[in-house]
Structures are given as C-alpha cells and as structure tokens.
C-alpha cells in the first residue's frame, strides 16, 4: 500500500533511468515539495514508496517529470522550443489505505498516465 511510480520511456523501449521527478503535496493553487528524485535503472523511485501507508493522507498530490532534460540527456535533439518540457500530474488520493500507482509511459511527443496497481 502507499503511493509509487514508474516511467517508462516509450521512444527507447525501456524505463527511463535519470529522468528527476518532483512529488508534492497540492492545496488549491498552493504546491508544497515533499521530494525531489532520480529514477533508478528500473524507471522507480530509488529509495522504493514516495509515501508508505501510514504516511499516506487524504488529499492532493502532484507528480513532476523532467521529460525534456531526460531526453536530452539520452542525446535525442529536441526542437527550440521542445514539445514537451516537463509533465506535470495532479492527482486525488480519496482512501489512503488503498496503493496508489502512478506510472508515466513518455516520448518527447507524448505521454500517458493511469492508475496503476
């Protein structure tokens, strides 16, 4: 239980190992960072759940992928301006004691996201 995710780099057929990812805590227009991370060479948070299920609240949450530096990273040559820079999830998390997933499929040109388990 808890809430995780995993991106997936759709161009290269394999997880995106190095993108940043940005976890906060939303309330209206207000966003609080909780954690900032690299992905392992899995496409996952390194340090394994971003919240366990006793720290996981009710409430909202948003989930910020640095697509662009990832690709560039990678040596894909992106378009001035790029078509996708970062990507930025908000979710709810209406019953904390249910596992939340979140995982992110991504190229430069597209993206996709459901709730996982």
Do not use: C, I
Request: glycine share 10%; no cysteine.
């Amino acid at each position: 239980m808890g809430l995780s995710t995993h991106v997936l780099d759709t161009m290269h057929g394999t997880p995106a190992a190095g993108m940043g990812v940005a976890l906060y805590t939303t309330n209206g227009g207000e966003a609080t960072l909780v954690k900032s991370f690299q992905l392992n060479s899995d496409g996952r948070n390194p340090d394994g759940l971003l919240y366990d299920s006793s720290s996981l609240k009710r409430g909202t949450y948003r989930l910020v992928f640095d697509v662009a530096a990832y690709f560039r990273a990678r040596g894909v040559t992106l378009p001035e301006p790029n078509f996708l820079n970062q990507v930025s999830l908000d979710f709810g998390v209406a019953d904390p004691t249910q596992h939340y997933h979140v995982p992110l499929l991504v190229s430069p040109w597209s993206y996709s996201t459901y709730r996982g388990s």
